[in-house]
């Protein structure tokens, strides 16, 4: 028993955990699928270097396959995690912009948590966490919706009332496999981060695809994202079913901040696809 002691110990981590959407639908031939590793991996990596974050010494990765942990140890800034995964965004954002393969395009679902869990050798020899801290992130992701960023209460409380995240949070309920009812946080994109007109027309200009019709909105679902030339870039958080023949639907996007219900006819064609 001494020596598994000796093993593991207890520290404070910061948690970021990263998620590729539909990874395997069916459209990704393997190749895309080992583009967008690739591509998530060096945008990981860069935005740790922003913070001075470097694996084996202040951070531990951790793979799983279609995504990753990124497990910050010692005394970091406060929201270290939540810029990280938020500089993540912006470089997957970036990187979709500039990307002509549809299927080589990804979403990214992220959670943040904290928490003092055990440092461990694992059955290869190397560093990993265990405990409550990173369990609870992987369950913080199921309440994550594409494109977003989800928090625990730990790190909201710390970092809600700070100028750069004012405003930015959305309470989100979740309910666990218990039947239990938790309150998380989406952390809504910042302007820079492709929100707004200005952002949308300039770096994700490429992303703006043709007008909605009315055959392009009986195709529509929950959680698509479009762009309106005014409120920039939105998701789609309740749909009404189509109408035959196409005539339109009851839709209600969120933009950035705000919640914007509107039956979608698209007659002044201010919404458009986004790619």
């Known amino acids: 028993m001494n020596d598994l002691v000796q093993h593991f110990q207890t520290e404070p981590i910061k948690f970021v955990l990263i998620d590729v959407v539909e990874f395997t639908r069916d459209d990704r031939l393997l190749e895309n699928q080992v583009a967008i590793i690739e591509s998530m991996n060096r945008i990981v990596i860069d935005a740790m270097e922003t913070l001075s974050l470097e694996p084996g010494k202040n951070s531990i990765l951790l793979p799983t396959g279609d995504g990753v942990y990124v497990a910050i140890r010692g005394t970091s800034a406060t929201d270290v995690h939540v810029r990280l995964a938020s500089i993540i965004r912006e470089g997957v954002d970036?990187?979709?912009?500039r990307c002509d393969d549809a299927s080589e395009r990804y979403l990214l679902r992220i959670a943040v948590h904290e928490h003092d869990d055990l440092v461990i050798r694992?059955?290869?020899?190397?560093?990993?966490?265990a405990g409550h801290g990173i369990n609870?992130?992987?369950?913080?992701?199921?309440a994550c919706k594409a494109g977003y960023i989800v928090v625990g209460g730990p790190v909201y409380l710390k970092t809600f009332n700070r100028k750069e995240y004012t405003g930015r949070y959305i309470p989100v309920e979740h309910t666990d496999h218990h039947g239990k009812v938790h309150e998380v946080y989406a952390l809504m994109p910042a302007t820079?981060?492709?929100?707004?007109?200005?952002?949308a027309v300039g770096r994700f200009k490429g992303r703006i695809g043709p007008p909605l019709t009315l055959e392009l909105i009986n195709q529509l679902n929950k959680e698509n994202w479009v762009y309106h030339r005014v409120y920039g870039l939105g998701q789609i958080e309740n749909i009404g079913p189509p109408s035959y023949p196409p005539a339109g639907r009851q839709v209600t996007f969120r933009f950035k901040d705000r919640l914007h219900p509107i039956w979608l006819t698209n007659q002044k064609g201010n919404y458009s696809q986004w790619l």
């Not at 970036?94 to 912009?97: E, G, K, T």
């Not at 609870?136 to 199921?142: D, H, I, N, S, V």
């Not at 820079?192 to 952002?199: D, F, N, P, T, V």
Request: net charge neutral; charged share 20%; no cysteine.
């Open 94 to 97: 970036l990187f979709n912009s």
């Open 122 to 129: 694992d059955i290869n020899g190397s560093e990993n966490i």
């Open 192 to 199: 820079k981060e492709g929100s707004s007109l200005i952002s």
């Open 136 to 142: 609870t992130t992987a369950r913080l992701l199921k």
